[in-house]
């Protein structure tokens, strides 16, 4: 008789602990579009899936909670649910974004990364136009340093180009009057100490 009493008592306490173990909240993973441009509007929702009421939502972005910034806006939809929307896109919105949902059993998180331009497009421009490129590392470890090369040379202080780094992982050229001297492949290659990846455009 004893023993049996023993062996429910261990059924019902490996019960509590797996109930426990399934309410820690699980989100779904949310994505950013990979054809993204430059004053577009984005929006994406960290929803949970899993996980005992309430929750807090925390967004962070390469790894600090995001501030009030400009065009950026954070809303919880619901108690499940909350939604990050940027406004209108800037390269200083290039980064890692996380989702961050904790509730009294623990939390979790779901990242993604969120760049404006992907590598190798070519562009078809007007003499005269104003065009600027976003060099945005997507993974690596800071410090970059970026070197811009235009048919694989250095490119020297030109006419009507300027060379701007935004943040650490994010260069900028901008042509502001383009002439047919502008023609031409450009890369961009961001360096750190471990190795160097670049992407061109010509
Ligand atoms: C983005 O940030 C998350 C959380 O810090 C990290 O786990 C992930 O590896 C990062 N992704 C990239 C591509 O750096
Ligand atoms: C542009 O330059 C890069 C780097 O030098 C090279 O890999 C790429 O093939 C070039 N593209 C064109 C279209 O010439």
């Known amino acids: 008789m004893f023993s049996i009493v023993f062996i429910i008592g261990l059924l019902q306490l490996f019960l509590l602990a797996s109930y426990s173990e399934a309410t820690k909240p699980e989100i779904n993973p949310f994505h950013f579009g990979r054809t993204l441009k430059i004053g577009e509007r984005v929006s994406v929702t960290c929803a949970v899936r899993v996980g005992q009421s309430p929750f ?28 990050l929307a940027i ?8 980064g890692n974004y996380t989702c961050r949902v904790s509730n009294r059993k623990g939390s979790s998180e779901q990242s993604d990364v969120l760049t404006m331009m992907e590598s190798g497009e070519r562009f078809k421009l007007e003499i005269g136009e104003r065009v600027s490129f976003i060099c945005a590392v ?3 470890q800071p410090l970059f340093t970026f070197l811009w090369l235009k048919d694989g040379s250095a490119i ?11 943040d650490e992982f994010n260069a900028n050229l901008a042509i502001t009057k383009l002439d047919p001297e502008h023609n031409g492949n450009y890369t961009c290659r961001a360096c750190n100490k471990k190795r160097s990846s670049r992407m061109s455009s010509p």
């Not at 390469?62 to 501030?67: E, H, L, N, T, V």
């Not at 020297?156 to 935004?166: D, H």
């Open 56 to 83: 807090t939502f925390l967004w962070l972005k390469d790894g600090s909670a995001i501030q009030e910034m400009e065009a950026i806006t954070i809303r919880n939809i619901d108690e499940f649910n909350s939604n």
């Open 87 to 94: 406004t209108r896109l800037g390269p200083e919105h290039n």
């Open 138 to 140: 997507r993974v690596g």
């Open 156 to 166: 020297q202080e030109m006419e009507a180009v300027t060379i701007r780094n935004i």
